[in-house]
């Protein structure tokens, strides 16, 4: 199986935690592939993968920059979506923007859906103003989530 991360980032943490999972999980997934958004269009979701949007947000609950092309391409081409299985990973601040917290992975989230996309779990999110590590907590979660949705052998 591959499991491709697309990473929307502009100061680098969504990037850092995609860099760990692809790291931590080599022993559950033979083929991680970590792809920054930047110019992407929704014909990235042809390939034949288990996706993983991991995603920052920016102005008023956006997607950062770097995401912005691929996530309007969503909705200039739409296109049926129905083969895709995702999850989301969402990294906000709720200290500091508590109308907004993490709406740029919900964005992409509310989209694949709309195009018949399959989610796996529950959105995992991060809080920049807490203590928690984005990439210790953003492992343990990947791992859990790859087990769980037994896309990966729990020991292998
Ligand atoms: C200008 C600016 C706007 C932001 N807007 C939001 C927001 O609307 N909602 C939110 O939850 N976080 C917001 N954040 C927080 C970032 O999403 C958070 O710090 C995230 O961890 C950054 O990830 P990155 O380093 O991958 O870009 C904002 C941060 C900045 C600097």
Known sequence: ??????????????ECVAQAIQMDCA???DDIDV????GLTVEV???????LICCATYGSGDVPDNAQALYASLHANPQYLGH????VMSLGDQGSY?????????????KLTDLGAQRLGEVWT???????????????????????????????
Not at 3 to 11: A, D, E, H, P, S
Not at 35 to 38: A, W
Not at 98 to 110: I, L, S, V
Not at 126 to 150: I, M
């Open 1 to 14: 199986m591959k499991l491709k991360i697309l990473v929307g980032t502009t100061t680098s943490t969504a």
């Open 27 to 29: 022993d559950l997934v």
């Open 35 to 38: 792809q920054l958004m930047d």
């Open 45 to 51: 979701f042809d390939e034949s993968a288990l996706f």
């Open 84 to 87: 895709v299985r995702y999850g």
């Open 98 to 110: 508590p109308m907004t917290f993490a709406m740029g992975g919900r964005n992409f989230d509310e």
């Open 126 to 156: 991060h809080d920049a103003s807490s203590d928690v590590s984005p990439e210790e907590s953003g492992v343990a979660w990947c791992r859990s989530w790859l087990v769980e949705h037994a896309l990966v052998q729990a020991a292998k």
